[in-house]
Structures are given as C-alpha cells and as structure tokens.
C-alpha cells in the first residue's frame, strides 16, 4: 500500500509533503516548486508574523555576553541591513564576502542579501591575504562584510582592488570602511519584496562557498535559492530539530556545516539556534553551555568528539539533550561506543559534501550501526559504482554517485562557478561523481572508505585508509591518527600512521615497538602500518577535516 504523503507540520507544510512509515522513519519528501521560493521571506519573515516573540537566535559572545533575538527581530534587522546595503551600491547579483566568525551580524547579513537578490560568499577568518585575494578576484566580489578581529580588515586592506571594492566593518570603526553597527540603525525596518527586474527567483544564485580540501585554488560551489529546502530534512530527520528546542552546531560560518546546522533547516523547524562566539575550542565551555541554556540537539565534527571521549563528562548535566549527530569525515566506531558508554547518547553520523545537503545519514527512529553513514536521504537516488561504470554488489567498493539522469535533487549544487569543465567532469551520464568511496552492506548502510585520492595500493591489494584507523583508535592514548601512503622499493607503497598522542604520553621509538607489536595482533599484515611518525597535531581544513593529502605529499616528496 502506498504511503500518503502529507504536508508537514508548521511553516515547513508551505513548503513540504513527506510520508513515513509505521515505525517513523522518512520514506517519501516532495518540496515546493514554487519559482519565487526566498528563504527569507517565505520562512524568516513568514515566522516574525507567526510567532513574533519567539526566540529565533541565542548569542553568547567569548566574554559570555549574551544576547537574543525573536524571530519579529530578526525580520527587521535583515531589512535594516537590507536597506543599509542598498545604499551602498549593493545590488541583486552583486557578490557579497562574508567574514564574520560567529558573530550574530551574519545572520542580519545573510538574510538581507538573500533578500536583495545578492550573492553570499562565505569565508573563514583564519586565511591569509594571498586566500582572501584570490576569492576577490576569482569571484568578482564587490563587497566584503568582516569582523574587525584578527586583523581581517589589515588583510584586505594589502589587497589593491584600485579604490572599487565596498568595505564593511562589524563591531568597529575604521576609516576607509563602512560601519555596519551604526549604519543600519538609521535604515528603515521595512524592505518589501523585490518585483519586476529586481525579483529573485528560485533558481538564482544564491551562494558560492568555496571548497577547503585540496592543495590547488579551491573550487566555487555554487547553489540556489531552492537549497534552503534541501536542508529540512538535515535538520527535522536527522538533527531531529523540534519547534520547542534549542540547537548547537560547532562550526565558523565561514564553511559549510554552518549552512547545515546554524541557519536554514533549523529555522524551517522552528527551532531556535545558539551561537558560543569563541576563538579557541573548550570542551568544558561547551558542556557548560549545553547545562546552562538546557540545549536539546547538538552538531559536531568527529575530531570534537575525539577530544570529548577523554574527558570526564559525568561533572556535566547534560540532560536537555536529546539527539547528538556528527559529520564533515568519517567517525570512527570506537569513538561511537565510548560516547555513548560515557553519556549514553548514540551520534547519529551524516554524509555531505559542500555540493550537497544530508545526502547518507542516521534518521529519526533509525537505529545507526557504529561506523556506518547510515542510509540513503529519501531525497536523493544514492548508488555505489565502480571503476568500470557498472554498480557494485553489497560489500563492494566503489565511488558514491548520485542519479540526476531525471532531474537534479533540490539540495545539489548548480555548478563550479566560472568552471565549465570541473562542472561537467563530476556530473555526467546521468550522475553526480562524489569522489568519495564506500561500499554498501545488504541492508542498505552505507560504510565509508576513503576519498578515491586516499585509496593505497600496497602488493596489489586496495586498502582504504578509515578501516586500519578505526583500529588505532582503539588504542586509549591515540587522540588521532590518519592513514596514507609512503614509497617503498618491494611493495610500490608502505601504510604509514601519523598520530596525535594523549596529553602526557611520550611518543619514543618504545612506543612505536608497542604500537606495532598491537598492529601485529590486531591488523591484517597486507593493511599493517610499516611506518609510525608521532606529531603534534594533525594538517587539517579550515573545516576540521585532517588532510591526508598533505601528509602524502610530504612523504612523496
């Protein structure tokens, strides 16, 4: 018998049917397609009529300072800054950098150029002049909204831009730039929607976020204003975001998760966001925080999760929580089974690409098995295909592809900006290329491998990197290990281990005998590591993913 799809409940049921089954789990979602669909004016502004009191956003500063904001709030800030931006010269098209951290100005700025019809770029504070520049130039930014910490202002000041690039400052003056604080409190509240020439519609631009994970210039992503609906189901099945709770994602808003966890699902759920603004990662101020504002869900990379594991957690009451999820790399099983033994909460583990929402994951009413993605979103057609192009058996591996032969996903992005060939070399004959692999087991989870770049040919066997590290894991004074590849004269390639120790334990070559006689034991001799280097901390992303690649690269080198 069919499943009957319905509209969901709340704001979201303007915009979405779903059906489940007889135990709650999502089989069937269908969204709008409606061509002029704006997130901020069909959810945000949609909600300040709604429930105009109702906290839409919880700010608490690095000092502690808090401040909220209702969702009638959030309305007329976004329109102020709308209006401020206008004045500026900022118009629909117009590209807009954004370096605000976690400062609540970027969610006033975000809305409001959505509003405009403006295009949002993305970027960490923690890059350099050269990173800022290229951005500027490959995107023909106009603007930059920054925060006026760590010396972002003097950076983009190095930059000659010949007089033409529109500055904006938060939290600050500085001459030559436009102060954002004061400049929109003399703005007015309203900003109608924009019709005839100045409308934005659906499948307009409505951001470029830059990709962190490769040593060459990164790649511009470019979604649609339909991408907001892709994340409902990020935030409603998998973070389980309810109308009455509070949500905490770890993450800068100068990447990805930030769009997951920090703006556009949650608010479809009606959920109110929390923001901690700090500079340096305190596991002990995040559990804080969780007591102390009863924070229901909570989002956090896998390398969090690690750090938190070693902790003591019982001086925490941590009984608002509800639901615990991870993504942005793999986590490790053993990590899973020390959390939950610790707290007694499950993580339910995603997986997602900067061109993608929720695409595998641990849904509402599932019951996630230790070191698998989950399952397939009911969104998007997930397949595991081979080298040869032909799909992989259960228990094969091969590449993560996603079918767009009858239609791309809303959720999937339009394209590299500018990059016609990088386009086309990811999507083609019907699919979208991931370039990550996986295999898939007989009840459909999915259990991941490596990037295809990861993969390590050692005596003509194909040895994936996360299997061997899930089993150094394991071992209590291992905070973090990566897997890759070195030369070696007999085999073509050697398995090497770098791993970040626990605080305290001295990392000498007697430890590297204990640490191999465990490999002997406890890893088949084809995958055994043959090379240990101890180091200080791990290469990583500006979105926290350890980047093998340059290990490799040094090794190879």
Known sequence: MAMEMRPEEGIAGRFVKAALDENGVLRKIAFTNDDTFNFAYDVMDALAEKTPDKTALIYVSKEKEEKKFTFQEMK???????????????NKGDK??????????YWFTMLALHKIGAIAIPATNILKATDYQYRIEAADVKAVVCTSDDKIPDAIDSIDTEGKLIKVIVNSDREGWNAFDSGIMSCSTEFPRPTGEDAVYAHDILFVMFTSGTTEHPKMVAHNHLYPLGHYITAKYWHCNKADGIHLTVSDTGWGKALWGKLYGQWMCETCIFVYDFDTFSADNIFKLIEQYKITTFCAPPTLYRILIRMDMSKYNLSSLQYCTTAGEALNPEVFDVFKEKTGFSIFEGFGQTETTLTIGNLENTIPRPGSMGKASPMYDVRIMKADGTFAAPGETGEIVINIENGEPYG????????????????????????????MDEDGYFWFVGRVDDIIKVAGYRVGPFEIENEIMRIPYVLECAVTSVPDSTRGQAIKATIVLTEGTVGDENLKKELKRYFKQNIASYKRPRVIEFVDEMPKTISGKVRRVEIKEKDWK
């Not at 007329?76 to 900022?90: D, F, H, P, Q, T």
């Open 412 to 439: 999937l992005f339009m394209e590299y900006y500018k990059d016609a060939d990088r386009t086309n070399e990811v999507k083609r004959d019907g699919y979208y290329h991931t370039g990550d692999t996986a295999y």
């Open 96 to 105: 807009v950098m954004l370096v605000l951290k976690r400062h609540y100005q």
């Open 76 to 90: 007329e800030y976004s329109n102020r800054a709308a209006n401020y931006y206008k004045s500026l010269g900022i």
